[in-house]
């Protein structure tokens, strides 16, 4: 990973995609700097979408007052707009049939790795997920790898997508994920080809749930605290931030506003 001194974009920068635990949050809560750095690259004139393993019900008072044109919650499977009126529109990836479908088989998945590995609780966000699951093993307790490797293992023994972020082990029906939802939103509010466009996009998380997202963006940064997740990481940043947390979030938001 170099210093992100040593980024020097070529095309202009048209938006920033971003996770949310640990990359903008710090010690859980996103400080008012890191909400005022994300208004200045929209003052910029750049698209800010946060794309998250948090659930929509989580995601939506933060899609409701945060200068961002969207969040894509469950890593991919659902997105918050706002709309004319000032309300928030749900977008969806998947119909409503295959959701409740979906939604039954995820439940037993659940109670089957709460039963069988030792310690394992469902996060506390859980009743606001519609599209996923998701296992706590560092927000508010404190998951031995083994045990996060048998929840991994117990998802994808159900025919599951399985992902760990700094906080979760996230798990869905279905083939959308972060990079996915990040080609799907920016087609659905702009009209665009992110893949066609990757160069004047940029990504910027802290965590294994990030790495697809680091090996397709050429524009990759990690916030410093990613050097917990190194180890792990067959796909690594290609930039990393001095700062941990939020603080790295705004390095990264001053460099790309002087850019502009």
Not at 35 to 54: C, F, M, N, W
Not at 215 to 228: C, L
Request: contains cysteine; negative net charge; charged residues 20%.
């Amino acid at each position: 990973m170099l210093a992100l001194n040593q980024w020097q974009p070529t095309p202009p920068i048209v938006g920033l995609l971003t996770d949310i635990d640990d990359t903008l949050t710090t010690e859980g809560a996103v400080p008012d700097t890191v909400v005022h750095a994300i208004a200045a690259l929209k003052a910029k004139g750049l698209a800010v979408i946060p794309i998250t393993g948090r659930p929509v019900g989580w995601s939506e008072p933060f899609a409701a007052a945060w200068p961002v044109d969207a969040i894509v919650a469950e890593n991919g499977a659902v997105a918050l707009r706002r709309n004319a009126s000032g309300g928030l529109d749900k977008l969806y990836q998947q119909d409503e049939a295959t959701r409740i479908a979906n939604f039954a088989k995820m439940q037993a998945v659940l109670t089957q790795i709460e039963q069988t590995v030792p310690g394992a609780q469902r996060a506390t966000d859980s009743a606001g997920r519609e599209c996923d699951i998701a296992v706590d093993h560092s927000e508010f307790t404190q998951m031995p790898q083994a045990d996060i490797d048998r929840c991994v293992a117990l998802m994808q023994a159900a025919g599951m997508n399985a992902t760990v972020s700094s906080i979760h082990i996230n798990g869905w029906f279905g083939g959308h994920n972060k990079l996915e939802g990040a080609r799907w939103i920016v087609k659905t509010l702009f009209g665009r080809d992110l893949d066609a466009e990757i160069g004047q996009w940029c990504y910027i998380g802290d965590s294994t749930n990030d790495q697809l997202m680091f090996q397709h963006f050429e524009n990759s940064f990690g916030v410093a605290n990613i050097e917990r997740f190194v180890p792990q990481l067959q796909h690594l940043p290609r930039y990393v931030t001095r700062g941990e947390r939020g603080a790295g979030f705004i390095e990264l938001a001053e460099r790309i506003c002087a850019l502009k």
